[in-house]
Nanobody, 132 residues
Framework: QVQLVESGGGLVQPGGSLRLSCAAS????????MNWFRQSPGKEREGVSC????????YYADSVKGRFTISRDNAKNTVYLQMNDLKPEDTAVYYC?????????????????????????WGQGTQVTVSS
């Protein structure tokens, strides 16, 4: 059974850091570009970051560029999102997602596509709250 499980969220003060993890089971992450999304109440889901399967190319939304870093550890079948200098506007539920290898195996991560139908696998989400 394919499953993605996020962890690492929590409450942090502005300027603080968190590292989110997305652990996969039932399939091997090696062959999939992986994406992080976030969604806060009343807002559309936002594609935050992507990391390719082929060469580790990365993409970041402008809102997080320079503060967030995506990485992957294929040996652990896990993708990470290191979040530094967190701001209150980063408060959201964070999700990892991917889909069919026919699309995601060679996806270069020039962006995070917003078409939800492209994603077959989602985690349950982890809450990040940035507040003093």
């Amino acid at each position: 059974q394919v499953q993605l499980v996020e962890s690492g969220g929590g409450l942090v003060q502005p300027g603080g850091s968190l590292r989110l993890s997305c652990a996969a089971s039932g399939f091997t992450l090696d062959y999939y570009a992986m994406n992080w999304f976030r969604q806060s109440p009343g807002k559309e889901r936002e594609g935050v970051s992507c990391i390719s399967a082929s060469d580790g190319s990365t993409y970041y939304a402008d809102s997080v560029k320079g503060r967030f870093t995506i990485s992957r550890d294929n040996a652990k079948n896990t993708v990470y999102l290191q979040m530094n200098d967190l701001k209150p506007e980063d408060t959201a539920v964070y999700y990892c997602a991917t889909g069919s290898p026919s699309l995601w195996r060679d996806y270069p991560c020039s962006s995070v596509p917003g078409y939800i139908y492209l994603y077959d696998y989602w985690g349950q989400g982890t809450q990040v709250t940035v507040s003093s």
